[in-house]
């Protein structure tokens, strides 16, 4: 009886597929990882290196005649610029970044091997792992940098600067003005230093506003207590508008006599009013500091100043991740172009964000909106921009 051939179950049995690549084993590839991490390490490099050379080019032709015409040693010249670098490396690596991002990115496209990784599955964030991984690092190394290294480096080159033109640097003599808010207590020195002051005006205000008596004196010196040399004490009024007596005449008087109050004032703190005209040698730590424990001392305008600086220096680091948000976007839609036409792009982008930083933070300095917002305005609005132009290319 002839019926269906039956199927031959000791035959070969069917070939399973074979094993492919996932987008998750790309994804874990360390090799790619490495690979991709060398490529931008060195691009990132080169691109701090020749923004180095160009910032210190620009210093040169600021400073270099100065010290010069000084007759500083070479030895000092040089020893000024090297100062300088820490802050020029600050600014430089945020540039860097983005251009090392933009530069990377289009190399892998012009060579097709990001259009097969991504036929392979792996998504443009995989991609980009070592570069969020290292604009973290760097993001790090600019806050370490602009907080600790770059500010004292600043203040050493500016005193040796001052050294060489006949300055000298932090206690020189100052037309200086200074208010204690707490005592209500207003100075003002025609010529101010730590050991004698000459030309000393002291104005006592009351609860009200009115002036309740002012000092003048020739001289005035502080050794745990001010002393005033060749001084006149005028008392006023209830109202502040004219003497209650005549002036008293002394060819010497300190205070917490019979004829003046105890002064809290000594000079360290007058002097630190001074040393606030440079705010961009101030750290984060020292204006957090000084807002703490010397708010009082202080006008609001200066407070303003302080707060914009402070939120300026929290905010920068975020400037490196900012870099590789916009630079992978702006490098995959520029692929079949040229690298130079990336460069140009992603170095204008830079020059507006920190130009639109620079105008936010001028207005918060002149009081015009507040610090915090002013500091977040700018990267937020580029931040956003970076993330919707990065899903646009997922």
């Known amino acids: 009886m002839t019926g269906a051939p039956h199927a031959d ?19 874990l590839s360390f090799t ?31 400073d270099l005649e100065d010290l010069l015409d000084a007759a500083a040693p070479v030895s000092a010249i040089l020893t000024y610029f090297a100062l300088r670098l820490p802050q020029h490396l600050a600014d430089a690596i945020p540039i860097s970044l ?80 200074y208010r204690n808010r707490v005592a209500r207590r207003d100075w003002l020195f025609e010529s101010f230093a730590p050991g004698v002051s000459r030309g000393v005006l002291v104005t ?36 502040g508008d004219s003497l209650s007596g005549l002036p008293e005449e002394h060819a010497c008087v300190t205070a917490a006599s019979n004829y003046l109050p105890a002064l809290a004032e000594d000079p360290a703190s007058i002097a630190f009013v001074f040393r606030l005209r440079v705010p961009d040698e101030l750290g984060a730590i020292e204006i957090v500091d000084i807002l703490k424990n010397r708010r009082d001392h202080i006008s609001e305008a200066t407070v303003s100043i302080l707060r914009t600086n ?41 020059v507006f964000y920190f130009v639109t930083n620079e105008v936010c933070m001028a207005l918060a300095k002149s009081q015009a909106i507040p610090p915090l917002p002013a500091a977040f305005l700018s990267p937020a609005v580029f931040l956003g921009w970076g993330v919707i132009a990065l899903r646009r290319t997922r």
């Open 310 to 350: 402070l939120y300026r220096r929290i905010f920068m680091p975020l400037a490196c991740i900012l870099a590789v948000i916009l630079g992978i976007p702006l490098a995959m839609t520029t692929e079949r172009g040229s690298a130079m036409r990336g460069f140009m792009i992603a170095l204008g982008i830079m």
């Open 204 to 239: 006592q205000h009351r609860d009200d506003g009115s002036i309740a008596w002012e000092l003048r004196a020739q001289t005035a010196s502080y050794d745990g207590n001010w002393t005033f040399d060749t001084a006149v004490i005028r008392r006023f009024d209830d109202a």
């Open 32 to 62: 790619l990882l490495r690979y991709i991490a060398r490529e931008f390490t060195t691009i990132l490099m080169l691109c701090i290196v020749v923004l180095l050379a160009f910032f210190l080019i620009a210093a040169i032709f600021d």
């Open 9 to 27: 179950t000791g035959s070969a049995q069917p070939t399973p597929p074979a094993p492919c690549h996932s987008a998750r084993s790309w994804r």
């Open 98 to 177: 983005l251009l090392a991002t933009t530069f990377c990115m289009a190399r892998l496209c012009r060579r097709n091997e990001m259009t097969a990784l991504r036929a392979s599955g792996v998504p443009i964030l995989s991609i980009s792992i070592p570069m969020w991984l290292i604009a973290a690092l760097c993001a790090v190394m600019q806050f370490l940098i602009a907080e600790w290294v770059a500010p004292e480096s600043l203040r050493r080159a500016d005193q040796l600067k001052h050294q060489f033109e006949g300055e000298t640097a932090p206690h020189r003599p100052v037309h200086l003005a």
